[in-house]
């Protein structure tokens, strides 16, 4: 006869949190003190005598709101490993898989390992003016203002998966790095309008007051 999983799980559940010392976790699977105690002596034939019993000794109850928020988590777990995997294999460095998903060096080789994905040693190789502008054109199309955030590395990933075909030796981290370059020079220069347009309202302004 196939020993019923659920007798046997809990019963070596619980005695495993007995002979721990660990009476309030059997409290809480809703063993009394009696009950402890006869389970703590039981010998291995007895529990296996017990176990093999069609009868259930307990009741399931199934919490939907913990069970939904689980399958929720598992969900976008397995969607987190996906994206991780994806970006190992365009080429991301161990800087931009540290900064969006916390990966330590060791964690970002092992999975190359287990990917199979070689990268080059030595600095990220600068794009020419034509894949540069292609980068930037692309970005224009599903830009994220928040370059911090996933939302921002799912663009970039996107940019690099459909330029990839066209340029060779691209990477995700080559266009992970032009962008927020370009972006902090694009903000530069409205910085810099901006700068000059106050001053310009400011000598409006004190022109009109001498007057």
């Given at each position: 006869m196939i020993i019923p999983s659920l007798n046997y799980a809990v019963l070596t559940d619980a005695l495993h949190a007995l002979k721990d010392?660990?009476?309030?976790?059997?409290?809480?699977l809703g063993f009394t003190f009696d009950e402890m105690n006869a389970l703590n002596q039981l010998s291995?034939?007895?529990?296996?005598?017990?176990s093999r019993e069609s009868a259930q000794f307990l009741a399931v109850t199934v919490h939907h709101d913990a069970l939904h928020l689980l399958l929720a988590k598992?969900?976008?777990e397995v969607l987190q490993q996906q994206r991780i995997d994806h970006a190992?294999?365009?080429?991301?460095?161990i800087a931009l898989l540290n900064k969006y998903f916390?990966?330590?060096?060791?964690?970002?080789?092992?999975?190359?390992?287990?990917?199979g994905v070689r990268v080059p040693y030595g600095r990220t190789p600068e794009p020419n003016e034509d894949t540069d502008a292609a980068i930037w054109r692309q970005w224009q199309q599903c830009r994220v203002a928040n370059l911090e955030s996933t939302d921002a590395l799912a663009a970039m990933m996107q940019v690099t998966q459909t330029l990839l075909p066209?340029?060779?030796?691209?990477?995700?981290?080559?266009?992970w790095k032009r962008i927020a370059?370009?972006?902090?020079?694009?903000?530069?220069?409205?910085?810099?309008?901006c700068r000059?347009?106050?001053?310009?309202?400011?000598?409006?302004?004190?022109?009109?007051?001498?007057?």
């Open positions: 010392g660990n009476i309030r976790y059997c409290e809480s291995l034939d007895e529990l296996f005598i017990i598992s969900r976008e190992i294999r365009l080429g991301g460095s916390g990966l330590t060096s060791n964690e970002v080789c092992l999975r190359r390992r287990l990917l066209k340029v060779e030796g691209l990477s995700l981290t080559m266009v370059l370009c972006e902090r020079e694009a903000s530069d220069r409205e910085g810099r309008t000059m347009r106050s001053t310009a309202i400011r000598n409006l302004m004190s022109n009109d007051w001498r007057r």
